[in-house]
Each structure stands twice: as structure tokens, then as C-alpha cells.
């Protein structure tokens, strides 16, 4: 079984080089949530930029709140999101005819009510990839946890509708992806921004068998099912954490309040 | 199969008077986030009131801000927690001090990390009630929805591990509950107070067929699983949703934002 590794470099201020691996390509999704205070810094890791629908209005009214002592216009200029698709239910005008008029591509999806959002922008990137890029290509998604809950649970989905893809899920408190039972996996820690609560989630399918390295309470050959055991507040020792299940895993870390 | 009736009447100003089925009882308890705007109103339904380990900070802390004309002091008299259960790493000592001094019931279950504070809550209400009360009990939980994400996933457990239980996790944005396979369920919308954003969620299993009427997207025999297809962003139409599943279904329902009247926590 191959070896998958995660590390949410995205998270720091400069992204380490790891001779070992070759570097992932990032993509930024921005959903229709108040932006994570770290949103520009996830910006600038990623080479492309999305909006879905209403998360071009939280970039726009949002963004320059970072950058207090700049024009809030030349914020909006530099932090210009390359497409914003969707079904267009939410974004406001004001919003749309701004974007247009500096370049932003707008991709209308409104008769698509079968997918989400977000779905819908994931599609987008998965299809503008070459098949050599998606194999190192990280999709980080701002505002996607919180909020209503049928819409954090159908951002959950995403990450198993598109179990090859790697897909971070982000909020100011945590952040979440999916730990595809194909693998085994490695997740190194960076103790810097994130941790140490943490956990490991067997949604939408009952796990019988995981074993892991690095926590608080370590599972061994455990079975872990809604309505039994599940991992949460957990604790991570050490920097780095092994799983191997079963089944497919969520992964949550607690992101530091910096 | 039995069926189970359901009603947000928790989120109306009084509880109208049904006839055909028993009141229901109703506890509330409070975990460590911000107080939805409707606190007091879930406070005023309830028999029973605990804490969640911090859910007693943001008591102390918030309930004097829906009532700012008022002393703070005497806010918090008014809104007296039965108790407050927890692991207790998170109270502060002013506030413990403060409602052990006017007589609340303090149970430190710090050298059990086992359960979630919630978890311990939910096994305290259920030990207090006899089992003629526990068959119309419903525990409503506040503060329950966002915030750490494993947090929120073990609140979810909740739900399922105590499935024979009615328990409402709430936010400001969506209230969520179990649908146990063992009924057949009726869920009679409050259309003044939730609504229309819905969703029918397979948490912990697949299901290989459900059953709904009620919904802009009904379910018809449908196979639900993650990876697949999950009813989210549906549409309630009409006062009266009903599910049929083979498998433990999540039922979430959008708050509306309302209770301008009263003012809103800053966040």
C-alpha cells in the first residue's frame, strides 16, 4: 500500500523545500463565509483563485479590512480571483460588475441545481489541471466549515465525491481533508500553526479496523462508528502522526489562534 | 412501524397546545460558544438548565447582553443553571465561584476523558428523569454547531449514541436532529421560525433507500452515502415533511434571523 504524505505548509509563511517531494501546486476557493484571518496567506500560496458565487462578495468586502492603511480599491485590483463560478443566487451586483470589469471570469452555473457550489469549482480546477498536475495539486477552501449546516455537510461530501483529489477544508478553527483508505499516511505536523486537537472522523461509513502513530490515545486495530467510538478531542504528540484504516478517514486539526 | 412526531415549537414565543400529543418536557444545555440570539427564549421553554464545562462562562459573560437595561448581576441570578457537569477545564473560577455561591449544582467529572462534556450532560438529564418523563423529554442543546470542527463531530456522536433520546443541537444558523430507522417520521415545519434551506444526512452509514415527501427534491426509494448522493440545500414545501429510511438519518432545518427586538450578541 503506497504512502500518502500531508503537512499544511499552507499554513506557514514560506513554504519549507523538501527535496524528497515534489512541491504541491496550490488552488484557493473562497466560499461564502467571513474570510479566516489567514486568507492572505493562503492567497499567496495558491496560483489560482476562486470564488463561489457569494464568496466574491466576502472578498470584496472583506479583503481590504486586512490591509487597513491601503486604498480599498488597489486591495480588490491585487487580490482579483481569476474565475468565480457558481450558480450566481448569492453574489451581489455591485460585486459582479466589479470583477468583470477588472478581468475576473464569470462562469454562470444557475440552471445546474444538482451541485453544489463548490463542487462545481472543484470540477473547474480538476478540468483546467493536466493530468501531470493534479498529481501534486491541493485545493485549499476558505469559509467551508460553520455556517448553515447542510451547506458545511455538502462541503464534506466534496471530499469524498473527489477522493483523488487533495482537498483542505478551512475555517479560523480547524481544518479538514480526507484520508482515502487506499493509502497509509503521514501527516507531519506543523506544531508552529496548528494542533494539538485533533481528530479522525469515519463519515458516511462505519471503520473497522484503525491503527494509528503520534496521538493521545492511539487507535490500534480499532473500530471506530457514529454511535461509538469516535476520535475527537484527541491530542497530537510529537510531530508526526500515522493512520491506516479501512475505510476513508476525515483528518481534523485545531488551527492556533496566531 | 411507530411514527415520530416533530416540531421546532422550542422556537416559538409560547408552545401552542397539541391535542392529540403530550407536551413535551424540555431541557437545555449550554456549550462553550457564543449564545444563539434565541437563548432566552430556549431558556424560558425549559424545565431543567445546565452547563457544559464553558458553556457557563458564555452564560455568565452573555445572557446580561440580551438584557441591557438591565443589572447584570441580577440577569445572571435570573438565569441560574440546575448545574453545570463537565471535565472543567474550561470554567473560569470567577464564574464556578459565582454560581456555587447561589447554589447550583457543580459536577466535576474531570478524571473522565472518556466522554465529551456534552456526552456527560445528556447521561445526567437522562439519570434525572424517570422513564415515564423520558418518553416525552427533549433535550436541546445551544452553542452545539461550529466552532472546532471534532468538537462539533462529537456532539454529532451524541446523537446517535443516545439515539432512543430526542436531542437538538442548535446554532444560530440551523438546528439538527436524528431521525431514528426504527419510525416512520412526521415533521411539522414552523414556517414563522425555520426554514426553507433543509437537509437529510447518512452521518454514520449509508442508506439504500429513503423515502421523503414534503421537500422541493423528495427522496423516492433513493440510496444516500457520502461520495455520493446527501440531501443538502433542499427546499421545505409546504408545513409537513415525512421520512422513511432504513438507516439513522441527521434532519437539519436553517434558523430564520429573526428576534430583531432583542439584542444581538456581538460576536
Redesign the interface.
Known amino acids: 500500500m503506497d504512502l500518502m504524505h500531508h503537512s499544511s505548509t499552507f499554513l506557514l509563511p514560506s513554504i519549507p523545500v523538501d527535496s524528497h517531494r515534489p512541491p504541491l501546486t496550490y488552488a484557493l476557493v473562497v466560499l461564502n463565509q467571513s474570510l479566516p484571518r489567514f486568507t492572505p496567506l493562503l492567497w499567496q500560496q495558491a496560483r489560482l483563485h476562486l470564488c463561489a458565487d457569494g464568496g466574491a462578495n466576502r472578498l470584496f468586502d472583506e479583503m481590504p479590512l486586512f490591509f487597513p492603511k491601503e486604498n480599498a480599491s488597489d486591495v480588490r485590483r491585487r487580490y482579483k480571483p481569476d474565475a468565480i463560478k457558481g450558480d450566481m443566487d448569492s453574489i451581489r451586483k455591485d460585486v459582479l460588475d466589479f470583477y468583470k470589469s477588472i478581468g475576473t471570469k464569470i462562469i454562470d452555473k444557475s440552471h445546474d441545481q444538482d451541485t ?1 457550489d463548490l463542487h462545481k469549482c472543484i470540477t473547474y480546477i480538476r478540468d483546467s489541471s493536466s493530468d501531470v498536475n493534479k498529481s501534486n495539486l491541493c485545493i485549499l477552501v476558505a469559509g467551508a ?7 458545511e ?2 462541503n ?2 466534496v471530499l ?2 473527489f ?1 483523488s483529489l487533495r482537498i483542505v477544508l478551512l ?1 479560523n ?2 481544518l ?1 481533508y480526507l484520508l482515502p483508505r487506499t493509502h497509509r499516511h503521514e501527516i507531519h505536523i506543523q506544531t508552529s500553526v496548528e494542533g494539538p ?3 479522525l ?6 471503520s473497522s479496523s484503525s491503527t494509528t502513530t503520534g496521538l493521545q490515545w492511539n487507535l490500534n486495530n480499532t473500530e471506530m ?4 467510538l ?1 476520535s ?3 491530542v497530537i504528540e510529537g510531530e508526526k502522526v500515522t493512520v491506516q484504516s479501512d475505510s ?1 478517514l476525515l483528518w ?1 486539526i ?1 488551527i492556533k489562534k496566531l
Not at 466549515?145 to 451547506?151: N, Q
Not at 472522523?201 to 462505519?206: A, C, H, S, V, Y
Not at 462508528?225 to 461509538?228: A, D, L, Q, R
Open positions: 453544489t466549515l460553520g455556517g448553515r449546516f447542510d451547506h455537510i455538502g464534506l461530501n469524498y465525491c477522493s475555517s478553527d480547524s479538514v486537537h485533533c481528530g472522523i469515519p463519515l458516511g461509513m462505519p462508528k457514529f454511535g461509538g469516535v475527537t478531542s484527541n476513508n481534523t485545531s
